[in-house]
């Protein structure tokens, strides 16, 4: 905290005005120039302060993925953003310590803050909140009264997803999405699903049937793709909750003699590496990935010197990555 003669020195007035400006006297006769001055000397005292408090501790940031290795590898979205994490890390030349969420409280004593990637339930947030440190969360709320946290505009994405569908002139629109577990066997909700079930509903073009949930994976996008395809009443696009159930499901519509997007339209979500490969190149949406994982970094960083308590909620936006595997619908009225 600045002191009344530091103010006093870079305002250029005495110390006894100083205190009667901050203590707002209403028998003090000063113009309203002097009380600015007074005020912004105050203001910029206070940050230059904070600052001084910056980097002069390199910070030890336990990290907690709720994704093993495989489970990445299958699809490669979190690999992404943990590199982007690691990265940012070792540039600001902090320390990285694996946390795992049934650690006890004694073991992360020394560190100074937690990012926690992945997705987690009620009762995992709940532990993370007995490490009694200031976190933030990367692709998940966590506590938005107590953590930060950096995610994706879901709401925005997955509407414009439909909103490209239909402007393409399909009506009958498929959803492919996943479930999680977490370790005490709690279901994690993915959030894309009521999205896409509100948009579909309130055009009056909504079918339960359409909706198929598994996992995550391409095994996943495979078998519930030939299930949507098994229908006598085929849809003419799906929109998949990541691109590995995409390239599932694009195994899924060769096999069944199909063509994309001739017979079928296809969009993934995430944008990972192998996308713009598939053939025909996947339309899906891009999200910034590298900018995420960087930005968590920084936000808990900035969180740790500041002593900030008001937490703090970052929603990025997307782009739809137009490619090859959705055209217009040229079959029957789907209205």
């Known amino acids: 905290m600045a002191t009344i003669k530091e103010i006093a020195e870079m305002a250029g007035v005495s110390a006894a005005t100083v205190s009667r400006v901050l203590n707002f006297d209403d028998t ?186 598994g996992g995550y994976t391409p095994k996943h996008g495979y078998r519930l793709g030939k299930e949507l395809l098994a229908m006598e009443d085929k849809p003419s696009a799906i929109f998949t909750a990541n691109d590995s159930l995409a390239v599932g499901c694009y195994k899924a519509i060769q096999e069944a003699g199909l063509k994309i997007p001739e017979d079928i339209s296809v969009i993934g979500f995430n944008d990972i590496s192998i996308a713009k490969y598939l053939i025909p190149p996947l339309t899906t949406v891009h999200i910034y990935m590298d900018f995420m994982g960087s930005q968590a970094v920084s936000v808990l960083a900035e969180r740790i010197y500041s002593g900030r308590e008001i937490s703090m909620h970052i929603s990025l936006p997307t782009k739809l990555m137009v490619r090859g595997s959705v055209s217009k619908w040229k079959g029957e009225n789907q209205a």
């Open 28 to 213: 003090l006769n000063v113009q309203d120039e002097t009380k600015q001055r007074v005020f912004e000397a105050a203001e910029r005292l206070e940050y230059q302060m904070r600052d001084k408090k910056k980097y002069k501790k390199k910070l030890k940031l336990g990290m907690i993925s709720s994704y093993s290795l495989e489970e990445e590898l299958e699809d490669t979205f979190y690999l992404s953003v943990r590199i982007a994490i690691e990265r940012k890390i070792e540039e600001e030349g902090f320390k990285r310590f694996p946390v795992n969420i049934g650690d006890s409280v004694e073991s992360t004593s020394n560190l100074d803050g937690l990012i926690c990637l992945g997705t987690f339930s009620e009762s995992m947030v709940n532990k993370v909140k007995a490490f009694h440190k200031p976190a933030v969360f990367v692709d998940a709320l966590g506590d938005l009264d107590l953590f930060d946290s950096v995610v994706t505009d879901l709401t925005h994405s997955v509407k414009k997803v439909l909103s490209y569908f239909m402007q393409e002139g399909h009506r009958k629109i498929a959803f492919i999405g996943g479930r999680d577990v977490d370790v005490d066997g709690k279901e994690v909700v993915d959030l894309r699903i009521p999205i896409f079930r509100s948009f579909m509903e309130d055009r009056g073009i909504l079918k339960e049937e359409y909706i198929k949930i």
